[in-house]
């Protein structure tokens, strides 16, 4: 069972080829590989703070909102029992979030 370059009908000349190419690669004088293993490395830590970020974010919303809304109860529970049922009901229809409004 043949594989490679040969088994693909590669010369001789073009093997030689590829392979000073892989040497030069290998060799790497300028550091292009571990300058392009850094930027991609970069690249993904940076992708996986701002998705970090963005879930962390949903939670505060998600925190936000339940401590508003428990306060809009205790507020419309003191004007309910100081006898101000119309500001208790006020309060209860009150937005959680001023984009609902």
């Known amino acids: 069972m043949k594989r490679g370059y040969r088994a693909r009908g590669a010369s001789k000349k073009v093997l030689l080829a590829v392979i000073a190419g892989l040497r030069e690669r290998l060799a790497d ?6 300058t392009l293993l ?42 309910d029992a100081e006898g101000f049922f119309a500001i208790g009901a006020a309060i209860e229809r009150l937005p959680l979030v001023p984009s609902d409004a």
């Open 29 to 34: 004088p300028e550091g292009t590989v571990q």
């Open 38 to 79: 850094n930027e991609r490395y970069s690249r993904d830590l940076r992708e996986r703070e701002l998705e970090h970020h963005a879930s962390w974010d949903a939670e505060v919303v998600v925190h936000k909102m339940a401590a508003a809304r428990w306060m809009r109860s205790e507020a419309a529970k003191v004007a």
